[in-house]
């Protein structure tokens, strides 16, 4: 029997609905898990929701809960994100999609669950899946210390909000650019001010500074959601890399967050071979591949899939 799916506009009953099953495996879980609270905690504020934002909850037969997904992204082509699912519920989610209208041009997260979904939106709508990138989610085992360098991990204060803006905002293009594909490849959400003031002011935020003081390399990471942190982003300016600053910053803040008990993960770019030498030194270990995939069109008199770079061509 093909599982149900059950769509929510609240994400307070989303976790209502989901709670268990996010809270059961948590690091899997946490972009899901970490986006639903977050969205909760800002609706509970006075934040306002989009209407077209969806979350997701994938029953069996027998009523349990076995997969959840939401779609919340504000960037284009916006694309859902989806946890482990049967396969049969992957396939059945964009027939829904295509049956309701509901354009969906890329598809993120978990493996085989995102690519099930995606191979059926392509074959739907015409066109292939193409890689836009490969992810690995980790978690922290037994930390192992780097080796240790000048200066100190600080909190950042509101007065640095600029600071961190500029470096938010420059982790996704150095990080395409560090993974051999061109800056700004990868889509993703400008850095929200008011955001970024919540985060700092929930002393989430982390320099290395060097031994004058200055920030030479920021760290953050999520609040926890049921026991699990994310770190990420990890920056480091390109002037000052090579010099030990984010090993030293994550271990530290890994160990901040351990001291409350919490589990501490994150995500590496599998194209990346420095970030993932770096972490596995430290402990992380990894747990689950994820993606971020692409569907893209065939074109009219076009006799062969074409890339976004041919799509330019012809728009």
Do not use: K
């Not at 029953?59 to 779609?71: L, N, W």
């Amino acid at each position: 029997m093909t599982p149900t799916l059950h769509f929510y506009t609240d994400p307070g009953e989303f976790l209502e609905a989901a709670g268990d099953h996010l809270a059961a495996e948590p690091v899997v879980n946490t972009v899901v898990a970490t986006m639903a609270q977050r969205v909760a905690a800002g609706r509970a504020e006075g934040v306002e929701v989009p209407a077209d934002d969806w979350w997701l909850v994938v029953r069996d037969a027998s009523g349990a809960v076995v997969g959840a997904g939401m779609r919340t992204a504000p960037f284009p082509p916006r694309p859902p994100f989806l946890l482990p699912m049967p396969a049969e519920a992957a396939v059945a989610l964009a027939r829904v999609w295509h049956e309701r209208g509901e354009t969906v041009s890329a598809v993120n997260g978990a493996l085989p669950a995102a690519r099930d979904c995606a191979a059926e939106v392509a074959r739907l709508g015409g066109g292939r899946v193409e890689v836009a990138q490969h992810t690995r989610l980790h978690e922290l085992d037994a930390l192992v210390p780097p080796a240790p360098v000048h200066g100190a991990l600080t909190v950042a204060g509101e007065d640095d909000v600029d600071l961190v803006a500029a470096w938010f905002g420059a982790f996704m293009a150095d990080a395409d650019e560090q993974a051999g594909r061109p800056r700004g490849a990868s889509a993703h959400e400008a850095p929200d001010r008011s955001d970024l003031l919540r985060r700092i002011r929930g002393g989430r935020v982390w320099f290395w500074t060097d031994e004058a003081g200055r920030p030479v390399h920021l760290t953050a990471a999520n609040p926890p959601a049921f026991g699990v942190a994310r770190v990420g982003p990890v920056y480091t300016p390109p002037e000052q890399r090579g010099r030990g600053w984010a090993g030293n910053a994550v271990a530290e803040v890994s160990r901040r967050l351990r001291a409350d008990g919490t589990r501490v993960c994150l995500f590496t770019d599998q194209a990346n071979p420095t970030s993932n030498r770096l972490y596995a030194r430290l402990g992380f270990r990894p747990l689950v591949d994820m993606a971020n995939l692409v569907v893209v069109p065939w074109l009219s008199g076009v006799s062969r899939p074409v890339s976004s770079r041919d799509m330019e061509r012809y728009t």
